[in-house]
């Protein structure tokens, strides 16, 4: 079998009724009717869901597993959560330059699930190790009595980022490689592409929903063993239902003589800065190119597509296209700069609201408690009910007044989902204020493991809010990123996406340390104290709604003017 979307020498002619630039598995010309598709994307959607499965089964109760079986304290282990999630979204720009440069997303993807496999299974066996696997370090509430031995500790940790790079070349590459199986050519199958995305997230809702009651209750009052163990053997599974549909994909090509992307990019830039000192009146240009040459933006790039009047033939000169896709590139920095406050809005969703919630009255019958963690289903659910109607309904509707595909543009779908994030931040800190109103009525301050008579339903809008703002900005800048970079670096595009959730994390890592030092001094409580009771997460949540708040404004100024990639794509072929 031979797989080519890595290089290829499938020259051969384009025929009727099949795909631009794709082969099938066994690097021929693909036909639309017998390949890709949502034939091929329920495969590739397979094992999306088995990984986020195995992830949402880690990162939803992380922080109940360092402050219970590990014993860490609340702001040491929202620190360590929020670094690893950052990790989990920064490595995959080394998958996917791994991906579009060398093995191609069909083969990545496999390599990586292998590497994610060899993570979980780690994982677990550091869970079933018998200092971990006790009766006290099984309840998250007497960790004290913990003592895990520090080898434990490293095999579960190095564990941990195992499956952070197995991640990096899984999760840039299958979205990609989904979205590949749609022609951007064909106004039809562009349609579906615009709603493979929708229903891709709505998949993966489906999944951590499941994950947040199921996986959290097991690794609650059951087995940390088994909370890691079953998602495991579903990411398996995942692989071997994707492997399935290898004869159904198109993949894509680059001829043996075809220079990678990342190359093309730099001579762009060196071009310019060899050039920069020319004058146009001694410049030789294609006739093509007064186009761009006509734009403002980022004029200096405009040099490299110069040759110097009376130059030999060896001087090299960058295309039109190079051109372009370096200017998409560059119009992507502020859309992705001001979106990292969207990233540090979702971190707190696994972290503080979780350690909120596990004070609060969980009852929801007699003798069953809700799972701290579990609560996150909200997210899940909100996302599950509004993203068809968003698909069916919004879009329809707002196709007729706007006459877009899309019904608005992914830029105003992102915008929106900020404000909905801001608005998170501020009801989260209403509730908690409420919270710590009944804190002070009970007299509970100095009460470290007791339940507050506040349901935690309380909870719901945050949550909510949260989800819905997901169906907006996060579908959103999936679909912006692969769309606005250059074709070859789709991998790479929505690896940026997943960037901007890494460092988000990482800037929440930062904040807490930074305030928890600031609020902690002189024998004071900070606003991250161990007994919640105490703290005042309130005033952080206030912060960040101010901080998102600012962060939209500013995106609001960057995306005004914001000049799309200029190329035959689903988003214009319908005009």
């Known amino acids: 079998m031979a797989i080519s979307d890595l290089s290829s020498d499938a020259g051969v002619p384009l025929l009727e009724h099949t795909v631009h630039s794709c082969v099938d598995y066994r690097g021929r010309p693909v036909h639309k009717s017998s390949s890709g598709g949502w034939r091929s994307a329920y495969f590739i959607i397979a094992v999306e869901m088995a990984e986020r499965f195995a992830y949402y089964g880690i990162l939803s109760n992380l922080i109940s597993y360092l402050t219970g079986p590990l014993g860490q304290s609340t702001a040491t282990a929202a620190e360590n959560v929020n670094v690893w999630s950052?990790?989990?979204?920064?490595?995959?720009?080394?998958?996917?330059?791994?991906?579009?440069?060398?093995?191609?997303?069909?083969?990545?993807i496999i390599v990586a699930s292998v590497v994610y496999v060899l993570g979980m299974g780690l994982l677990t066996l550091s869970a079933l190790l018998p200092s971990l696997s006790s009766s006290d370090c099984q309840?998250?509430?007497?960790?004290?009595?913990?003592?895990?031995?520090?080898?434990?500790?490293?095999?579960?940790?190095?564990?941990?980022?195992?499956?952070?790079?197995?991640?990096?070349?899984?999760?840039?590459?299958?979205?990609?490689?989904?979205?590949?199986?749609?022609?951007?050519?064909?106004?039809?199958?562009?349609?579906?592409?615009?709603?493979?995305f929708n229903w891709w997230y709505f998949g993966i809702c489906v999944v951590s929903f499941l994950t947040y009651l199921i996986i959290n209750y097991i690794q609650d009052n059951l087995s940390w063993g088994l909370g890691f163990g079953i998602p495991c053997i579903c990411i398996i599974v995942g692989l071997l239902v994707f492997l399935l549909g290898t004869k159904t994909y198109r993949y894509g090509f680059k001829r043996n003589n075809e220079k990678t992307p990342f190359v093309r990019i730099g001579q762009v830039f060196v071009a310019a800065f060899r050039n920069r000192q020319i004058s146009p009146s001694a410049m030789v240009v294609e006739e093509e190119a007064q186009e761009i040459l006509s734009e403002e933006q980022?004029?200096?790039?405009?040099k490299a597509?110069?040759?110097?009047?009376?130059?030999?033939?060896?001087?090299?000169?960058?295309?039109?296209?190079?051109?372009e896709d370096v200017k998409a590139l560059l119009r992507l920095v502020p859309i992705w700069t001001t979106s990292l406050v969207y990233g540090i809005v979702l971190a707190q969703s696994s972290t503080f609201f979780t350690k909120q919630g596990a004070t609060m009255d969980r009852s929801v019958i007699a003798g069953f408690n809700l799972p701290a963690a579990s609560i996150q289903s909200i997210i899940s659910l909100s996302i599950l009910v509004t993203m068809p109607v968003y698909d069916r309904v919004f879009v329809p509707g707002a196709r007729v007044f706007t006459g877009k595909p899309s019904g608005i543009t992914m830029l105003q779908r992102i915008g929106t989902g900020l404000f909905l994030s801001a608005m998170s931040m501020v009801t989260a800190a209403l509730v908690e204020m409420k919270r710590?109103?009944?804190?002070?009525?009970?007299?509970?301050?100095?009460?470290?493991?007791?339940?507050?008579?506040?349901?935690?339903?309380?909870?719901?809008?945050?949550y909510a809010l949260i989800g819905v703002s997901e169906t907006f900005a996060m579908v959103g800048l999936q679909e912006f990123f692969y769309d606005q970079v250059p074709t070859e670096l789709r991998s790479v595009g929505l690896s940026l996406n997943l960037s901007i959730f890494g460092f988000g994390s990482f800037l929440s890592s930062f904040l807490i340390s930074v305030i928890d030092k600031i609020t902690g001094g002189d024998g004071q409580d900070s606003w991250f104290a161990d007994n919640l009771n105490q703290a005042h997460i309130d005033?952080?949540?206030?912060?960040?709604?101010?901080?998102?708040?600012?962060?939209?404004?500013?995106?609001?100024?960057?995306s005004k003017p914001y000049i799309y990639k200029r190329e035959f794509t689903c988003r214009n072929v319908a005009r």
């Open 86 to 108: 950052g990790t989990m979204s920064l490595l995959p720009l080394f998958g996917a330059f791994v991906a579009d440069s060398f093995l191609g997303r069909y083969r990545t």
């Open 436 to 462: 710590l109103k009944t804190v002070e009525k009970y007299e509970l301050f100095d009460e470290l493991n007791v339940t507050v008579p506040m349901s935690v339903w309380w909870l719901v809008p945050q």
């Open 539 to 558: 005033y952080f949540y206030w912060l960040l709604g101010g901080i998102n708040t600012i962060g939209l404004m500013i995106y609001l100024h960057f």
């Open 298 to 302: 980022f004029k200096f790039l405009n």
């Open 139 to 196: 309840n998250t509430n007497k960790f004290s009595s913990c003592s895990p031995y520090e080898s434990q500790v490293i095999l579960f940790f190095l564990s941990l980022y195992i499956v952070a790079l197995g991640h990096s070349g899984h999760k840039p590459c299958v979205q990609a490689f989904g979205a590949d199986q749609f022609d951007e050519h064909d106004p039809e199958e562009c349609k579906l592409r615009s709603s493979f």
């Open 305 to 323: 597509l110069f040759v110097p009047d009376g130059s030999n033939k060896l001087w090299k000169v960058c295309s039109i296209r190079d051109v």
